[in-house]
């Protein structure tokens, strides 16, 4: 791609609305410094000088895509609990409409907690609730996605599942169907619950573990295009899916539109944090998608990013500046 074609790109993304659903939580962090040991046990003792709250989960896919300047609309699930009204209140400060997300009654929000000296992570505490929404509970976020669909004039429609129980097989259908009828592409990024629910859509964006546990696969360490490529056959007859993208950490992503595929090695990086880097590629992904640019235009894009936001600690979104200098660095030709 040239330079032209890189900026032209950018300038697209604000002419596309998307629509994400899928398992929202709390990324809270406490930093600070560890200069002793507890006497009650042998643990840091941690002098805590910062915290912090953010979006995360599938709303970090929708503040990638704001970063980038689309309009995005979020379609979720949270408890009538403190961490409830505390996502609220996130989502209303990062400029993020709500009128997609769902309040159920006795159900827990999640928030995973992070406490960090030195940048180094030294203990993560989750607090959620996985049990599947109900049936009539799908219902109303079937017909909140149908609404907001009709509304905004949907581009794309990205499922971000955390198997935290809002994505049901239901709401997939249900959600697939409705894209179907209205010509709409469909982009997942899985968890091994539903991994085989997904059928029927756009792009299927696993990684490279929970495509292993999805097929119960023998992992390998560094994985060849022929392995790769056995898995995409097996997903397209099982799933009868268009295309597929397979992030591979390290080495790169990998990715397969029914006619050509191949690994893309990943670009240098000082790692601070991979937390949040596959929120970032579906996003990238999804609007180059959108646009109507080929996956393997998608892929070099999306891979570029996801290492961006490595080099960043904590979950970030995108810097559409920084990601726009370096494709034209990097992938201009």
């Not at 004039?153 to 179907?180: A, H, P, R, S, W």
């Not at 000082?270 to 959108?290: H, N, P, Q, R, W």
Request: net charge negative; hydrophobic share 40%.
């Amino acid at each position: 791609m040239n330079k032209h074609l890189i900026q032209r790109i950018f300038q697209d993304f604000k002419n596309i609305k998307a629509l994400v659903i899928g398992d929202v939580m709390i990324d809270s962090y406490y930093r600070g410094n560890a200069h002793r040991i507890s006497p009650e046990a042998p643990v840091p003792v941690i002098s805590v000088t910062q915290r912090e709250d953010r979006p995360g989960g599938a709303a970090n896919v929708a503040k990638n895509i704001a970063s980038l300047g689309a309009d995005v609309y979020l379609c979720a699930c949270i408890g009538d609990d403190n961490k409830g009204e505390l996502f609220t209140k996130l989502m209303v400060e990062e400029k993020l409409p709500t009128a997609g997300i769902l309040t159920v009654s006795g159900r827990t929000t999640t928030s995973k907690t992070r406490i960090i000296s030195r940048q180094q992570q030294l203990l993560r505490v989750d607090e959620e609730e996985t049990t599947p929404l109900t049936f009539a509970q799908t219902q109303e976020m079937l017909e909140r996605v149908s609404t907001l669909i009709s509304k905004h004039n949907i581009d794309v429609v990205i499922f971000e599942d955390y198997d935290k129980g809002v994505i049901t097989k239901n709401l997939i259908e249900g959600v697939v169907q409705i894209c179907k009828d209205k010509g709409i592409p469909v982009t997942a990024d899985p968890k091994k619950d539903r991994f085989w629910s997904y059928k029927n859509i756009t792009l299927f964006k696993p990684n490279l573990k929970e495509l292993v546990e999805g097929f119960q696969m023998k992992p390998v360490t560094e994985p060849d295009i022929s392995y790769l490529d056995e898995a995409f056959d097996k997903l397209k007859s099982e799933m009868d899916i268009s295309s597929v993208l397979i992030t591979l950490s390290e080495y790169g992503v990998y990715y397969n539109d029914g006619n050509t595929s191949k690994i893309i090695p990943a670009h240098m990086r000082k790692i601070s944090d991979v937390s949040g880097a596959g929120d970032t590629v579906i996003s990238v992904a999804s609007l180059c998608l959108a646009l109507g640019h080929s996956l393997e235009l998608a892929s070099q894009l999306a891979n570029l990013a996801g290492g961006l936001v490595c080099e960043e600690p904590g979950v970030v979104p995108i810097n559409p500046l920084t990601l726009h200098d370096e494709a034209a660095k990097v992938l201009a030709v």
